[in-house]
């Protein structure tokens, strides 16, 4: 159980497209959703928390207007890149939670995305 | 604000050596305490967790106690196979306040294991 599918596995677009990346939970309803985005060799980043319902929640430093996330239910959140550029070139993996807050949260198994 | 260190890497083992990778965490609460392993191009799976004081999480024959009054959760294996090579990740997540709900990831060790 406790089951999270992320997609696409891998995407390459032009500059100046838009990606959509799609996380859903498969047998459990997520209230809670979390984006996040790693580099090579280093350790995650959080980018933003999502919630079914309502408006994400982003980190300091994270352009709201780039990464746009909506959790239209309980078991989809996406992710759009919105005109990618190269530098938004990266791994990026979403969460979700399934209670008990103390289980830890199940991952996708992420997204290479590759902006050429 | 919550912060987790591990011992920096890479870590590089001969198959069946003893595997101790260190991860010592700053909280202001009782964080939940959790090891995730990350193998190439793949997302995060959930190792162990501990979520109190002198918890033991213990999973695929690695262990990890959550000791409270040296604030550390370290990874140990007794004899690691060359399929352990991955990347691991020490987390806590804090249970209240302003932090409640998210993860906070130590820097990762990878680990090479050789036959």
């Known amino acids: 159980g406790a089951v999270v599918s992320q997609h696409p596995s891998r995407v390459i677009c032009k500059s100046g497209t838009s990606v959509k990346i799609e996380c859903r939970s498969l047998?459990?309803?997520?209230?809670?959703m979390f984006w996040y985005r790693q580099f090579p060799k280093q350790s995650l980043m959080l980018m933003a928390t999502?919630?079914?319902?309502?408006?994400?929640?982003?980190e300091q430093g994270v352009e709201k207007d780039k990464f746009l996330i909506n959790h239209a239910s309980l078991t989809l959140s996406t992710l759009t890149v919105t005109s990618a550029h190269p530098e938004d070139s990266s791994f990026y993996i979403c969460?979700?939670?399934?209670?008990?807050?103390?289980?830890?949260?199940?991952f996708g198994s992420g997204t290479r995305l590759t902006v050429v | 604000g919550n912060s987790v260190t591990q011992m920096e890497g890479p870590v590089t083992l001969s198959e069946e050596a003893f595997l101790t990778i260190n991860c010592t965490y700053t909280?202001?609460?009782?964080?939940?305490l959790f090891w995730y392993v990350q193998y190439p191009g793949e997302g995060l799976q959930l190792l162990l967790k501990?979520?109190?004081?002198?918890d033991k999480g213990s999973n695929k024959g690695f262990e990890a106690t959550y000791r409270k009054e040296t604030t550390s959760f370290h990874l140990e294996k007794g004899s690691v196979q060359v399929s352990d090579s991955a990347v691991y990740f020490c987390?806590?997540?804090?249970?209240?306040?302003?932090?409640?709900?998210?993860?906070?990831f130590g820097q990762g060790t990878i680990l090479t294991v050789h036959p």
């Open positions: 969460s979700a939670d399934r209670p008990p807050l103390n289980y830890g949260y199940t």
């Open positions: 501990a979520t109190k004081a002198d």
């Open positions: 909280a202001t609460g009782y964080p939940s």
């Open positions: 047998d459990f309803q997520a209230t809670t």
């Open positions: 999502s919630n079914e319902g309502s408006k994400a929640t982003y």
């Open positions: 987390a806590l997540l804090e249970g209240g306040g302003t932090s409640y709900g998210k993860l906070t």
